[in-house]
């Protein structure tokens, strides 16, 4: 078989997708990183192998806070931000969207796409009320599991009033609202309802969401919030069969773009997956823009730098099998 991969390495989740030649997705992984995005990549992609055997590698994709890391593990043919990821993929699935909903572990974003060109977007990076760990957090506390956090709150048809525009605002709000009598689930639908808001009004200010909407992400797989969405944008939103691995999906596209106009990529094989990796970070005082440079060596030897805003050290790298000279 041959595929082309898709990787996409966050914060709480790494995703892997396989495509084939024609896009069509065949496999699909959803990994916790757990702090070790490395040790997460090499798990998914051994899984891979073992669930493939033998096939042929046509391309790989790296995209998320960690494209950079990984897309020097694994010899990526294309390395490309979050905002180009779920737009290729969103596209893919649904060529005539127009409106990109995505919600994940740490962050959240709207994309706003208009005849196939990403015309505007914004990210929310700062506030973790919506995303999928302040939902996990939520879920603990009140003992449920996440996977019943939505089914839940659909069983509510009289929502309580949830402060959302605050994480410790939300979870303060909640417990009066416990205090004060109301019911698990009521509490839950009106906790989405609040989120739904706070994205809208913050993601989405001065955004213009027009049909057709598509959600994706991993909080997408929380039916409450999927409702809120519908309720409060009064339109159907959809939600894709592969909605938790979007950007792994639109990383592998991305690849795939690449490799029209390369012959062999630069896929470093599964064995390359055996090798020790290391990481260290120093500040260059070059200049006064102090940038924090990124080092990744395997097996002792410097595979790549990056971080720095003129080049200087990316562009300075040793040949290949050298050691990294101190530079710290």
């Given at each position: ?19 084939q ?109 919506g ?31 949830i ?13 009066h ?5 109301h ?31 598509v ?26 069969p ?87």
């Amino acid at each position: 078989m041959q595929v082309y991969l898709g990787i996409d390495v966050g914060s709480v989740s790494t995703n892997i997708a396989v495509l084939q030649r024609d896009g069509t997705v065949v496999d699909s992984l959803y990994i916790r990183t757990q702090g070790r995005p490395i040790e997460a990549v090499q798990t998914g992609l051994k899984e891979i192998k073992k669930r493939f055997g033998n096939m042929t590698v046509l391309g790989v994709g790296t995209t998320g806070s960690g494209r950079y890391l990984t897309g020097k593990v694994v010899g990526a043919d294309s390395v490309k931000n979050e905002i180009t990821a779920h737009a290729l993929a969103a596209m893919h699935i649904m060529p005539e969207v127009k409106t990109v909903l995505e919600i994940g572990g740490q962050d959240s974003k709207i994309i706003i796409i208009r005849r196939g060109v990403v015309t505007d977007f914004a990210m929310n990076t700062v506030c973790a009320a919506g995303t999928g760990s302040f939902l996990d957090q939520q879920a603990a506390r009140l003992n449920i599991p996440i996977a019943q956090f939505g089914e839940l709150a659909l069983t509510s048809t009289t929502p309580v009033r949830i402060a959302g525009r605050c994480a410790v605002f939300a979870e303060s709000d909640m417990i009066h609202k416990q205090q004060t009598g109301h019911s698990t689930a009521a509490i839950l639908h009106g906790l989405c309802q609040a989120l739904v808001r706070n994205y809208l009004n913050n993601v989405g200010k001065g955004k213009s969401v027009l049909e057709p909407v598509v959600f994706q992400g991993g909080v997408a797989a929380n039916q409450g919030m999927h409702r809120a969405f519908e309720d409060a944008l009064k339109c159907s939103v959809y939600v894709p069969p592969y909605f938790n691995v979007m950007g792994a999906i639109g990383a592998a596209l991305s690849a795939r773009e690449e490799m029209a106009a390369k012959r062999v990529s630069d896929f470093k094989g599964f064995d390359a997956l055996n090798a020790t990796y290391t990481t260290r970070s120093f500040e260059c005082s070059g200049c006064a823009n102090v940038c924090e440079i990124i080092e990744l060596s395997a097996n002792d030897s410097l595979l790549g730098r990056w971080g720095d805003r003129c080049g200087k050290w990316t562009q300075s790298l040793p040949a290949v099998g050298e050691k990294a000279c101190e530079t710290a």
